[in-house]
Antibody
Framework: EEQLVESGGGLVQPGGSLRLSCGGS????????VNWVRQAPGKGLEWISYISGSGSKTYYADSVKGRFTISRDNAKKSVSLQMNSLRGDDTALYYC??????????????WGQGVLVTVSS | SYVLTQPPSVSVAPGQTARLTCGGDNIGRKSVHWYQQKPGQAPAVVVY???DRPSRVPERYSGSNSGNSATLTISRVEAGDEADYYCQVWDSSSGQWVFGGGTKLTV
């Protein structure tokens, strides 16, 4: 089955750090733009970060700017989200989602099943 | 920052037509994408670039976009269409993707 697979979630204390990873199973993510989207329990979708296929362009939501860093290793076929200074309102299911191009900022055609991040003491 | 406004809920009887709206300032100038999310599942695109459909999505799903409102129309609604629906645009002025708050479609 073609899908994205996230990993790295878990329980972390406020102020702590966590690193999420996203890879493709049956589909390529190398050279494709990738986004991270999160969904707090019972809430809607919130886009948080984007990286172009080459890694040369990155964008962030205001809510995570300065705390989260997106990166990619196309040789390893993975995209990572480094999350620092975590807060309670970062608790959510985190999805990675691929776009169908390298850098055209198109829709998200493939999504992972999500990884849960819980920030709590 | 750019804001997309969706009604929290829409209810429609089976076989009828559901119209889900997404409001935004001059949204007609942007490309709007729509995602369906069923309970416990990841979102999936049902309409992209205002009115295009992935091949796996039934023709009953269609989209339009003009002025300050975009609409996802689902014809001959079935029980399996019950889900949350989110609209999305790219806001070039802020360099951010924006999702609407979502509409829960009840059949």
């Amino acid at each position: 089955e073609e899908q994205l697979v996230e990993s790295g979630g878990g329980l972390v204390q406020p102020g702590g750090s966590l690193r999420l990873s996203c890879g493709g199973s049956g589909i390529r993510i190398s050279d494709y733009e990738v986004n991270w989207v999160r969904q707090a329990p019972g809430k809607g979708l919130e886009w948080i970060s984007y990286i172009s296929g080459s890694g040369s362009k990155t964008y962030y939501a205001d809510s995570v700017k300065g705390r989260f860093t997106i990166s990619r290793d196309n040789a390893k076929k993975s995209v990572s989200l480094q999350m620092n200074s975590l807060r309670g309102d970062d608790t959510a299911l985190y999805y990675c989602a691929r776009g169908p191009s390298s850098s055209s900022l198109l829709w998200f055609d493939y999504w992972g099943q999500g990884v849960l991040v819980t920030v709590s003491s | 920052s750019y804001v997309l406004t969706q009604p929290p809920s829409v209810s429609v009887a089976p076989g009828q037509t559901a119209r889900l709206t997404c409001g935004g300032d001059n949204i007609g100038r942007k490309s709007v994408h729509w995602y369906q999310q069923k309970p416990g599942q990841a979102p999936a695109v049902v309409v992209y670039d205002d009115s295009d459909r992935p091949s796996r999505v039934p023709e009953r799903y269609s989209g339009s976009n003009s002025g300050n409102s975009a609409t996802l129309t689902i014809s001959r609604v079935e029980a399996g269409d019950e889900a949350d629906y989110y609209c999305q645009v790219w806001d070039s002025s802020s360099g951010q993707w924006v999702f609407g708050g979502g509409t829960k479609l009840t059949v």
